[in-house]
């Protein structure tokens, strides 16, 4: 079974444009999380989807968005870019049955850079 | 409001060594803990998952404890082999808080041959 696929694996952006990261979950898996991984703030959580609905959201400004196709694939927008969204982006997928949330498993990463 | 920490920040042991690396949570209303490796410049790798009703879990040279009441876990490893040199990283789920993991800083482990 593939694991947790996303594309692209390495980007550079300027200050001010906008950027889409793309996430397909483990077949069968309906959640996906993002996360945020700098240096100094660790990991942090940014949002998660489950059936097309987003579900959770962590603390993070308006211009980072998300969305969930039937699919269960995922994308991430983040608008405005700012020098400090330099990060690594991970996305995750969870498999959740009869409502039990099982263990979340990660793809390799979007290494964003923004001049 | 959770937090999660890992001490040490770092440890250097010798090859061949046992050890034990520490995640505590303020908050113990937690709905499962994950133990995870993080290769320099890589994703996670899920190792353990532990429910909260569980109070261990086993897999190869790792074994991982949790005590929800004193808001710790440990992750054992046994026999370390220089393979194993990456940074551990613990997380917690709150209850009601599906997807969302609060992670530890992690231990930064050199496996020295």
């Known amino acids: 079974k593939a694991g947790v696929t996303q594309t692209p694996r390495y980007l550079i952006k300027t200050r001010g444009q906008q950027v889409t990261l793309s996430c397909s979950p483990i077949?069968?898996?309906?959640?996906v999380s993002w996360y945020q991984q700098t240096p100094g703030q660790g990991l942090q959580f940014l949002f998660e989807?489950?059936?097309?609905?987003?579900?959770n959201k962590g603390n993070f400004p308006g211009r980072f968005s998300g969305r969930q196709f039937s699919n269960s694939r995922s994308e991430m927008n983040v608008s405005t870019l700012e020098l400090g969204d330099s990060a690594l982006y991970l996305c995750?997928?969870?498999?959740?049955?009869?409502?039990?949330?099982?263990?979340?498993?990660f793809g390799p990463g979007t290494r964003l850079t923004v001049l | 409001k959770q937090e999660v920490t890992q001490i040490p920040a770092a440890l250097s042991v010798p090859e061949g060594e046992n050890l034990v690396l520490n995640c505590s949570f303020t908050?113990?209303?937690?709905?499962?803990l994950q133990w995870f490796r993080q290769d320099p410049g890589k994703g996670l790798t899920s190792l353990l998952l532990?429910?909260?009703?569980?109070r261990e879990q086993t897999s190869g040279r790792l074994n991982a404890s949790l005590d929800k009441s004193s808001g710790r876990s440990t992750l054992y490893i046994a026999a370390s082999q220089p393979g194993d040199s990456a940074t551990y990283l613990c997380?917690?789920?709150?209850?009601?808080?599906?997807?969302?993991?609060?992670f530890g800083k992690g231990t930064k482990l050199s496996v020295k041959p």
């Open positions: 995750a997928s969870s498999l959740e049955l009869a409502g039990v949330y099982n263990e979340q498993f």
């Open positions: 077949s069968g898996h309906r959640s």
């Open positions: 997380a917690v789920i709150n209850g009601g808080s599906q997807g969302n993991l609060i």
């Open positions: 908050d113990s209303a937690i709905y499962n």
């Open positions: 989807y489950f059936s097309e609905t987003q579900r």
């Open positions: 532990i429910q909260s009703s569980q």
